[in-house]
T-cell receptor, first 112, second 115 residues
Framework: SQQGEEDPQALSIQEGENATMNCSYK?????LQWYRQNSGRGLVHLIL?????REKHSGRLRVTLDTSKKSSSLLITASRAADTASYFC????????????FGSGTRLLVRP | SAVISQKPSRDICQRGTSLTIQCQVD?????MFWYRQQPGQSLTLIAT?????????ESGFVIDKFPISRPNLTFSTLTVSNMSPEDSSIYLC????????????FGPGTRLTVL
């Protein structure tokens, strides 16, 4: 079953602007991950934040995690047309099953 | 990171037929995962395929409908049996990355359309 809800469902911005996507989840987690999917193809892992971390950066990506609110956000700064994709959060369980539960996703359109 | 390929990349099938999707990894892995992504939706885990044992299916998915084979540590197949239009989806396989975390590497997906 889907654990995460993401908002917005769709986001359209101008190139150069920042894009923020939010993810909420329901159960205790070991970590939270963000993935990108281009045009219905395979997913690409972007960044992982562990449950004991609050913020993480990777290039133009900034992820925050608030375990008390069971929420996370992904910020893409200085967006580019190539950032156009669907973005999914996924939560890793506390056990060793390696299973991921994916959020509903945000479709990002970056207009040139 | 692992490099994963899937065959076929897409297919159009008739109702009532079956399709077998192949997933090949460039390294040996204990676990492989199969996901379904229905049109415009997120990913749902179908099953975990372990080499040398039966696949473990998630709630709502059964072996008769989605039989899985895992003959060795680099290969797995998922069969979508007795297809109906509701099975039209993208099917993706994935493998775990680092031991400590459960990031996953995904194949490019198989886009299935059932008429």
């Amino acid at each position: 079953s889907q654990q995460g809800e993401e908002d917005p469902q769709a986001l359209s911005i101008q190139e150069g602007e920042n894009a923020t996507m939010n993810c909420s989840y329901k159960t205790s987690i070991n970590n939270l991950q963000w993935y990108r999917q281009n045009s219905g193809r395979g997913l690409v892992h972007l960044i992982l934040i562990r449950s004991n971390e609050r913020e993480k950066h990777s290039g133009r990506l900034r992820v925050t995690l608030d375990t008390s609110k069971k929420s996370s956000s992904l910020l893409i700064t200085a967006s580019r047309a190539a950032d156009t994709a669907s973005y999914f959060c996924a939560t890793g369980r506390m056990d060793s099953s390696y299973k991921l539960i994916f959020g509903s996703g945000t479709r990002l359109l970056v207009r040139p | 990171s692992a490099v994963i390929s899937q065959k076929p990349s897409r297919d159009i099938c008739q109702r009532g037929t079956s399709l077998t999707i192949q997933c090949q990894v460039d390294s040996q892995v204990t676990m492989m995962f199969w996901y379904r992504q229905q049109p415009g939706q997120s990913l749902t885990l179908i099953a975990t395929a372990n080499q040398g044992s039966e696949a473990t299916y998630e709630s709502g998915f059964v072996i008769d409908k989605f039989p899985i084979s895992r003959p060795n540590l680099t290969f797995s197949t998922l069969t979508v049996s007795n297809m109906s239009p509701e099975d039209s989806s993208i099917y993706l396989c994935s493998v775990p990355g680092r031991v400590r975390d459960n990031e996953q590497f995904f194949g490019p997906g198989t886009r299935l359309t059932v008429l």
